[in-house]
């Protein structure tokens, strides 16, 4: 370990080059300057190199590692072997963080003697910065029990500690565990190498503190709906052994009730953005791929499995669309969903 270099900030670039510049220019300016930034170019064929290339002659912290696309778990796994600082951060080369952001998750990792130290984001929505909000304690240590009791649930049951964007991780602690991003994988990779952290970890700290700034861009859900299949990925995660994966400490039932959970809730979400107007997609054809998410076997089983805690839990709109994913009743699935979307003024 390099004692001079607090921390080794990996990048990962592959065809970013409208956006790279800019994240870029906000490590180099950051206010923590005992940093590294490991630039790891993933074949990018679109000017890339020419901007990142351009940073390392400006700024010695820069370092280039080139690379034949593997995709972005190998990466990572590259970045994280070159690394040399006592700490290690992720940043994806089409985001952008604060001036202060590696100096305030520093001063936490050193503070309070962790792990793992975990920020929040803001992401960009319909041209709008909107900061994202947990409901976990912050400024407060969490020790082994709490983690496998209290923060492990929120990696089964959602996506809201997935990014690996927004922590910190001891380099020490991850080079112990031989902690990586599983390679092969083109989604969900984020989330299992987070969720084998979390599950090694003996401490780890939640910051109330958004400088990581991210940017949704063409190619997500909600703009390129038909370019790749989410129910699969969804299913794919609710049949994942998360269990085994991480050697989690809690039963095969609860895991199993978390993620049915999570399941049902994409359900919720991808049936809205496959309806959301779009005119880069036909109305038939995104009605026929609801048609489909309603009527897949792991949609009705869960559904069934899930049936007496959806009815308690369920809103007054939820408890109607679910009732019409229990019937396969599309044409109130579409009447629901119109009201909602007029309600969000996707119709004005």
């Known amino acids: 370990m390099n004692n001079t270099i607090k921390v080794s900030v990996i990048i990962p670039v592959y065809n970013v080059a409208p956006y790279l510049s800019e994240c ?4 180099m300016h950051q206010t923590l300057t005992d940093v590294e930034f490991i630039v ?18 400006k700024d010695s912290r820069f370092r280039v590692i080139h690379q034949s696309n593997q995709g972005v778990s190998v990466a990572r796994n590259q970045g994280l ?3 040399q600082g006592e700490c290690v951060a992720f940043v994806d080369a089409d985001d952008f963080v604060a001036a202060d952001f590696l100096e305030k998750l520093y001063t936490a990792y050193s503070l309070y003697q962790v792990q793992i130290v975990t920020a929040c984001f803001t992401s960009q929505v319909d041209g709008q910065w909107i900061a994202q909000k947990i409901s ?5 240590v969490f020790i082994a029990t709490e983690i496998h009791h209290d923060i492990i649930p929120y990696f089964l049951q959602g996506d809201t500690l997935n990014s ?8 020490a602690f991850i080079e112990h565990h031989k902690i990586a991003f599983p390679k092969g994988m083109t989604n969900g990779e984020d989330a299992l190498f987070c969720l084998q952290a979390f599950a090694k970890a003996e401490r780890i700290v939640f910051m109330d503190y958004s400088g990581y700034h991210y940017r949704e861009v063409s190619g997500s859900a909600s703009r390129n709906i038909l370019a790749k299949n989410y129910l699969q990925q969804a299913i794919d995660t609710l049949d994942f052994d998360h269990q085994k994966y991480a050697d989690l400490q809690l039963s095969p039932t609860r895991i ?12 919720y979400n991808l049936i809205h953005i496959y309806l959301k107007p779009n005119a880069t997609v036909s109305w038939r054809k995104r009605v026929n791929v609801v048609r489909q998410i309603v009527h897949h076997p792991k949609t009705k089983a869960t559904v069934h499995y899930l049936s007496k805690d959806l009815e308690t839990d369920a809103s007054g709109y ?9 019937a396969r009743f599309l044409f109130g699935i579409l009447a629901l969903t119109f009201y909602s979307n007029y309600r969000n003024q ?3």
Do not use: W
């Open 40 to 57: 790891v170019n993933d074949g990018s064929t679109d000017g890339s190199d020419l901007i990142f290339e351009s940073f390392a002659q």
């Open 24 to 27: 870029l220019s906000s490590l």
């Open 256 to 267: 199993n009730h978390y993620k049915a959970h999570r399941y049902m809730e994409a359900i």
């Open 346 to 348: 996707y119709y004005k």
């Open 164 to 171: 690996s964007c927004v922590k910190l991780f001891s380099r």
């Open 81 to 83: 072997q070159l690394a």
């Open 318 to 326: 939820r408890k109607k669309m679910l009732q019409c994913i229990r």
């Open 136 to 140: 976990i304690p912050t400024a407060r």
